[in-house]
Structures are given as structure tokens and as C-alpha cells.
């Protein structure tokens, strides 16, 4: 199963692959659920609300390859996804953000990267629940 999405906002414009394949992405709850399912929070939901970040991810790599037209590769974003009590979706703390690995080296992008996701509004799971998604990036 894919759940890739590839979007690129302008002719000769990089291009972002968020997810790969599913197997790529993990889905870790406290209560030891593992792989899959967490929290009560499918894989599926958690692609649905990554892929409305898409245009945001697209606009900061798109501002990294204005410095760097050859910036491309791979990033391995982690973070949580806890309960919001005052709310029906999920509440992702800013400074859960972890970048796992990346073949581009960028502070700049990271940071765009993490305040794009800061914003959009994940399923509430059950309990805490930790994500890792890859983000491809492709200079085009």
C-alpha cells in the first residue's frame, strides 16, 4: 500500500514525496501498540493530515532550493501526537519535533518544515503516540 503524494507548486519547482511507502511510516503508542495502529489512530489518518501540510512542506523546500538548486533527498521527521482534552483532534507539541535522519542539512528547512506541522490538526489518539514519516524532496 502507497500512500505517496507528490506536489509541486510552480513549473520547474521541487517536488515533495511525503510518507513513501507505508511501511516506512510508524505509529508507536505509550501503551506499547506498535507498528500500524496507535492510540486508536490509523496510519491512513495520520497520511490524510500530512498530505494538507503538503503545499506549506512544498513552499519551504521550494525556498531552500532557491539557495541551493541541487538540495534533494530524504528526511525522517519524528514526533508526538497527544490528546487535546479541549478539542476532537489530536495535539502535537512543538518541541516534539526531531529530525531522525536527513540527506539535506538544513536549519532553515527544518524549521519551516516543523512550523507547517505545528499547525495541522492530527486525529486525537487515545493516549500519546509517537510518529515517524519520511519527506522525499526531489529538486526538479
Known amino acids: ?31 506499547g501498540s506498535g507498528l500500524g495502529e496507535g492510540g486508536g489512530v490509523s496510519i491512513g ?22 539557495r541551493n538548486p541541487s538540495a534533494e533527498g530524504k528526511m525522517i521527521m519524528q514526533f ?23 540527506d539535506i542539512q538544513d536549519d532553515e528547512l527544518i524549521d519551516c518544515i516543523v512550523g507547517k506541522l505545528s499547525k495541522v490538526q492530527f486525529p486525537k489518539p487515545a493516549s500519546k503516540i509517537v510518529i515517524k514519516y519520511p519527506i522525499s524532496f526531489n529538486a526538479k
Open 45 to 66: 489518518a495520520i497520511s490524510r493530515a500530512m498530505n494538507k501540510a503538503a503545499p506549506g512542506i512544498t513552499f519551504c523546500y521550494n525556498k531552500v532550493l532557491k
Open 1 to 31: 500500500k502507497s500512500v505517496d503524494m507528490e506536489i509541486s507548486t510552480t513549473k520547474g519547482a521541487g517536488g515533495i514525496n511525503l510518507g513513501g511507502n507505508a511501511s516506512e511510516i510508524s505509529i508507536a503508542g505509550d501503551g
Open 80 to 102: 508526538a501526537i497527544v490528546p487535546d482534552l479541549n478539542s476532537t483532534f489530536g495535539y502535537t507539541p512543538e518541541n516534539s519535533f526531531k529530525v531522525i535522519s536527513s
